[in-house]
């Protein structure tokens, strides 16, 4: 069974920094990775996944993720971060077959300070 | 609005109520998902619905019991509940159950069981 440990559980910064957000997966077969986002007193946002290709991966609001298969990583980065990105971030992982669930992390909470 | 509707949005109920949560998706989705938020935890895949039918019951306790009617709507049927079924109740659709396009999520129902 695939699980997902995101390795920060709070993570503050100040505007315009950089951010890394990390997240490692553990599965014994091939997987869909995906980012969400969720705002206060809101559902999850999908950011951004990865399903082949590139593993570089560009998704909404500036987000990119590189997908590292050799240390099975899947970490969330922005060049510089607005105080609006100030949410809760989970990293999610899915067997690349039909019929399984997306299995979530804890999740990290960025804060964004000016 | 991200297309996946759900009501109401906060319930506070005692422990011999009987209550329900209703999530509703009008994106042409056959599958829809329940899963249970609580704090620094990871979101905990309770029920799976593909075409009606339950495919997945994740060992939730009975006092849970969902409904799926049609393709577009989902409850979540509650009675005698604990207060540590206290968290955020979040519904999600897909498109099959074919994790390649993720998930959309609703904002969700804050739960307290008092």
């Known amino acids: 069974a695939q699980s997902v440990t995101q390795l920060d559980s709070q993570v503050p910064v100040f505007e315009e920094a950089p951010v890394e957000l990390r997240c490692n997966y553990s599965s014994s077969v091939s997987v869909y990775l995906f980012w969400y986002v969720q705002y206060p007193n809101q559902g999850l946002q999908l950011l951004l996944k990865y399903l082949s290709g590139s593993t570089l991966v560009k998704g909404i609001n500036g987000f990119e993720a590189e997908f590292n298969k050799s240390q099975t990583s899947f970490h969330l980065r922005k060049p510089s971060v607005h105080i609006s990105d100030t949410a809760e971030y989970f990293c999610a992982v899915s067997e690349v077959q039909a019929g399984t669930a997306l299995i979530f992390g804890k999740g990290t909470t960025l804060s964004v300070s000016s | ?114």
């Open chain 2, 1 to 114: 609005e991200t297309g996946v509707t759900q009501t109401p949005r906060h319930l506070v109920m005692g422990m011999t109520n009987k209550k329900s949560l209703k999530c509703e998706q009008h994106l042409g989705h056959n599958a829809m998902y329940w899963y249970k938020q609580s704090a620094k935890k990871p979101l905990e895949l309770m029920f799976v619905y593909s075409l009606e039918e339950r495919v997945e019951n994740n060992s939730v306790p009975s006092r849970f019991s969902p409904e799926c009617p049609n393709s577009s709507h989902l409850f979540l049927h509650l009675h005698t509940l604990q207060p540590e079924d206290s968290a955020l109740y979040l519904c999600a659709s897909s498109q099959e159950r074919e994790p390649y396009y993720g998930y959309t999520f609703g904002s969700g129902t804050r739960l307290t069981v008092v």
